[in-house]
């Protein structure tokens, strides 16, 4: 079963990787952030190994975005990003396992300072929503 892995940061300046450039990855010492690299490119070897990893993509500052709605008089286009929003999401990534339980193993590795992770089931034509 494929699943995303959201990854949610509020980097001031905007950069990847993100939990540089939020306010608690400053405060983490560079060789802990060296050791947290390490340990995320033995797990990206990982899942390319076991075939788990499908894609990812990093995404650009929010105040590059563009939002569109829609009303009964047509689309209306808008600069974004929300502005209420604290965190936005700063990439994803698409794995495919063979249980919750896995994939949950796997987005908890994905933590870090100044983030937030959500996983959730990615859906397919005639799937469950669940």
Same mark, same amino acid.
């Given at each position: ?6 990854? &949610?940061?509020? /980097?001031? /300046?905007?950069?990847?990787?993100? @939990? #540089? &450039?939020?306010?608690? $990855?400053?405060?983490? *010492?560079?060789? !802990?952030? =060296? ?5 995320? +490119? ?8 076991? $075939? ?9 500052? *929010?105040?590059?975005?563009?939002? &569109?709605?829609?009303?009964? +008089? $047509?689309?209306?286009?808008? =600069?974004? *990003? &929300? %502005? ?16 919750? +339980?896995?994939?949950?193993? #796997? @987005? @908890?590795?994905?933590?870090? *300072? ?6 959730? /089931? %990615?859906?397919? /034509?005639?799937?469950?929503? !669940?």
């Amino acid at each position: 079963m494929k699943y995303v892995i959201l990854i &949610y940061s509020n /980097p001031e /300046p905007w950069g990847h990787p993100t @939990a #540089i &450039y939020t306010k608690e $990855g400053r405060d983490v *010492p560079q060789e !802990q952030h =060296d050791e947290m690299d390490r340990e995320f +490119e033995a797990l990206m070897n990982e899942l390319t190994a076991s $075939g788990e990893f499908v894609t990812a993509e990093a995404l650009a500052d *929010p105040a590059s975005a563009t939002l &569109y709605g829609w009303s009964a +008089e $047509g689309h209306l286009a808008t =600069d974004g *990003p &929300y %502005a209420e929003s604290k965190e936005h999401l700063a990439g994803f990534f698409l794995i495919d396992c063979d249980s919750r +339980e896995r994939a949950e193993e #796997i @987005a @908890a590795k994905f933590a870090q *300072p100044g983030g937030v992770i959500e996983l959730r /089931p %990615a859906m397919w /034509p005639g799937g469950d929503d !669940q």
